[in-house]
């Protein structure tokens, strides 16, 4: 079992972070009122699958605990077997039509076969046609009693507003480093895989503030002895702060030839512009924090900022991958 599957949350404090989400869900659950349509939103790797799937355990469970599922009934059971045929997961990119909203609102009309009630899971609910949304609105108002939808998304602003409207919204936040990095720790004592705080919180900073990055990461080194520094930097495609900080050094001096060269080497050694551009960003993001009580050193930093932000576009449209990078460092 992979370790985003053995670690997922059974219980809604074990969710980490999203607060307020856990709790609205939670007293719904406990007041036998939960909302009969869940709309959740958020980058990839933040929570929303897991989320959706602990709710449908719970809105199911014969014995709930303070709104957690108790994981011993016959639905818990069924659910942890991957038996729960109550529990219907669909991927909206490959049922994107009219036919398959039909196909789905005609099935739900048939009672639970052995649950209490039918949970439909609609991942990357945007990719749905109008048609489909248009089909899927009057269900969504008034869901049949022993029906449940949550909708999951990661582009909120292509959900038609009708949807929207008939919906619970559920906003995921990203996670941040010291979260990550958290979590990592607990799953790596637990697996005995021998990694350095350093290292976590490099992986936490690389998986950009998505759990399941973070997790996916840390499960290559998995039985490992030893975690070397520079194979993590390669896997994460980092580009080493020390090579930034040089890199950086340069640009302040006006040493043009020399960042040329910094540069030209991080591309030879494999990492591509595009990357390239997104470490520096990161690396003035951090710099700019570190130097807000600083006044007198935020002005380069801006300016970098300034100049280098726009290079992420044209390296999507200039036939020389690396010409925007150089182009910004003169």
Same mark, same amino acid.
């Given at each position: ?49 897991? =989320? ?5 355990? =719970? @809105? ?90 949550? +909708? ?55 998986? =950009? ?22 194979? +993590? ?5 980092? @580009? ?91």
């Amino acid at each position: 079992m992979n370790l985003a599957a053995k670690f997922r949350p059974q219980k809604f404090d074990e969710i980490v972070g999203q607060n307020s989400l856990k709790e609205i869900l939670r007293h719904g659950l406990i007041s036998n009122r939960p909302p009969k349509v869940l709309l959740f939103c958020g980058t990839r790797g933040v929570g929303k699958t897991t =989320a959706a799937r602990l709710f449908a355990r =719970a @809105v199911n469970c014969e014995n709930l605990q303070n709104g957690d599922p108790c994981g011993e009934c016959n639905f818990c059971k069924s659910f942890a077997e991957n038996r729960a045929v109550d529990l219907i997961e669909i991927d909206a990119a490959s049922h994107t039509g009219v036919d398959n909203v039909r196909e789905i609102i005609e099935k739900m009309r048939f009672a639970p076969v052995a649950a209490k009630n039918k949970i439909y899971i609609v991942d990357e609910v945007h990719m749905l046609s109008r048609g489909a949304f248009n089909a899927l609105l009057k269900t969504l108002e008034e869901p049949p009693a022993h029906v449940f939808f949550i +909708l999951a998304t990661t582009e909120l602003q292509k959900i038609p507003a009708t949807i929207q409207s008939r919906c619970q919204i559920f906003l995921f936040r990203k996670f941040t480093i010291e979260q990550i990095s958290d979590r990592l720790r607990q799953i790596s004592a637990a697996e005995k895989i021998p990694i350095s705080d350093l290292q976590l919180a490099k992986i936490a900073r690389g998986a =950009a503030g998505g759990m399941r990055d973070a997790i996916s990461i840390l499960e290559k080194f998995r039985g490992a002895e030893k975690i070397d520094d520079e194979i +993590l930097s390669d896997i994460l495609q980092i @580009v080493d702060e020390s090579i930034l900080s040089e890199f950086w050094e340069k640009l302040r001096a006006r040493e043009i030839s020399a960042a040329v060269e910094i540069a030209e080497k991080i591309f030879a050694d494999g990492f591509s512009p595009q990357l390239f551009w997104r470490n520096f960003l990161e690396f003035l993001r951090q710099k700019l924090r570190a130097n807000l009580n600083s006044p007198a050193n935020l002005p380069e930093i801006s300016r970098a900022i300034e100049v280098f932000s726009p290079v992420g576009e044209n390296l999507k449209i200039c036939p020389v991958d690396d010409l925007p990078i150089l182009a910004a460092i003169a």
